[in-house]
């Protein structure tokens, strides 16, 4: 089946460090890769997403680019800021044989601790 | 500009006791899903729908009730509650049935705990 593996923390790091998140992934077929956040008491938020291979998505800073040789899809920041603290989610997501998306497949999230 | 609206926001019930969680969309959207966000297990897919009368199971359906009778409305059902269905509930919908590269927009949670 699909599954989506990330780093868990907690992250702690220190106010303009950079940041990486690693996420792999196992899928049948060719999936598109996303990466939520999730700020405290909030719902989920699309960050950004890549749809093919050597895709790059990049939004507030935040980049991830489509690996399909290592079957990876790593978040990083040059530069963390304190408003960056939350929990981010790495999915895929593959069209199911239903006919519909069949939902997401997320990873556990990795609690990010930003320090100033 | 509501976007995806649940409600309650916090709950606490005894186990056997039914409750339903409201999850309403204002944009039109043909996919609804429900998911469990637990510690440690990241979200987990309950039930989903592609269209009003669609529904169909996740990944975690047992225990749980869906039902589309409108476009915008999807609520979810606990018939008996028990203790592991504490969780924080997620409502999401997206544009199109084929979410492979659309987003879902989700609600702000149901925190619910089961005594």
């Known amino acids: 089946g699909n599954s989506v593996t990330q780093m868990e923390g907690p992250v702690t790091l220190s106010e303009e460090a950079f940041l990486t998140i690693n996420c792999t992934y196992t899928?049948?077929?060719?999936?598109?890769l996303f990466w939520y956040v999730q700020y405290p008491g909030e719902g989920l938020q699309l960050l950004l997403k890549?749809?093919?291979?050597?895709d790059k998505g990049s939004n507030k800073g935040f980049e991830a680019t489509y690996r399909k040789e290592t079957t990876s899809f790593h978040l990083e920041k040059g530069s963390v800021q304190v408003s960056d603290s939350a929990v981010y989610f790495c999915a895929l997501s593959i069209l199911g044989s239903g006919g519909g998306a069949d939902g997401l497949t997320f990873g556990k999230g990795t609690h990010l601790i930003i320090q100033p | 500009n509501a976007g995806v609206t649940q409600t309650p926001k916090f709950q606490v019930l005894k186990t056997g006791q039914s409750m339903t969680l409201q999850c309403a969309q204002d944009m039109n959207h043909e996919y609804m899903s429900w998911y469990r966000q637990d510690p440690g297990m990241g979200l987990r897919l309950i039930h989903y729908?592609?269209?009003?009368?669609?529904?169909d199971q996740g990944e975690v359906p047992n225990g749980y009730n869906v039902s589309r009778s409108t476009t915008e409305d999807f609520p979810l059902r606990l018939l008996s509650a028990a203790p592991s269905q504490t969780s924080v509930y997620f409502c999401a919908s997206s544009y199109t049935r084929y979410a492979t590269n659309e987003k879902l927009f989700f609600g702000s949670g149901t925190q619910l705990s089961v005594l």
């Open positions: 729908s592609v269209g009003a009368g669609i529904t």
């Open positions: 899928a049948t077929g060719y999936p598109s």
């Open positions: 890549a749809t093919k291979a050597d």
